[in-house]
């Protein structure tokens, strides 16, 4: 049992890491994924890098090549409308319930979430916040987390790292915008009980997004 535990609590570590390093560039899309040299690069054994690599397969992080092995999932102008195109259907039914089910404390976490938020900047001597972008998730998730459901915010977790990369690879350096205003907009119409509002701000939001991604192109992703 315990050597089991031990695999398992590698593939994890090792799962974070390898799925950090994919969303942040220094796995490239389309990037290579050897074994021996991931075993020497993380200090791990086969088998939890296995475990590891086949739980980033069934989500979309690397794809499996029939007798060639791993490499970092590409990126597509297709896939990123699809992950957002997603995220706008599944957080919108998740934001109605949230409203409706009117849990005082959920939303004090979206306001305190907002508010912690608000005092940090996305850009830092032009370089990216990692601050910020933890409490920029932090924002979003609280907003879908208000329905209460567990397996909700989980996927809506995994959809927001995977259109994160995006940003990330592609125009995480890109010039402020007015997010702050972008997201107390979203918070007021939450507060105020509008659903259908709150939707379609975060889909604005997420579209302002995938616009600089588009305008700034692949080319940097894909270095």
């Not at 209460?148 to 010039?175: K, M």
Request: net charge negative; glycine share 6%.
């Amino acid at each position: 049992m315990k050597d089991s535990e031990t695999v398992l609590t590698r593939a994890s570590s090792v799962y974070e890491t390898i799925r950090r390093d994919i969303m942040n560039g220094e796995i490239p899309p389309g990037g290579k994924l050897l074994f021996d040299a991931l075993r020497s690069k993380y200090d791990i054994g086969i088998s939890p890098l296995r475990e590891a690599l086949n739980r980033l397969d069934s989500e979309g992080w690397v794809v499996r090549e029939e007798r060639k092995g791993f490499r970092a999932a590409p990126i597509s102008e297709a896939e990123l409308r699809q992950i957002v195109e997603s995220r706008i259907m599944i957080e919108g039914a998740a934001i109605a319930a949230g409203i409706e089910r009117r849990d005082v404390e959920a939303e004090e976490k979206i306001v305190l979430a907002y508010h912690r938020l608000s005092k940090e900047r996305r850009l830092v001597d032009g370089r990216r916040s990692t601050l910020w972008e933890k409490l920029h998730k932090d924002f979003h998730i609280a907003l879908v987390d208000a329905a209460g459901l567990a397996p909700v915010t989980a996927f809506c977790s995994q959809l927001f790292d995977r259109a994160e990369r995006y940003r990330i690879l592609c125009a995480s350096t890109y010039p402020e915008r007015n997010e702050r205003e972008e997201h107390a907009e979203i918070l007021n119409a939450f507060v105020a009980g509008d659903a259908a509002r709150t939707t379609d701000l975060l889909a604005a939001h997420y579209q302002v997004t995938v616009d600089r991604i588009l305008e700034n192109g692949f080319d940097q992703g894909r270095r």
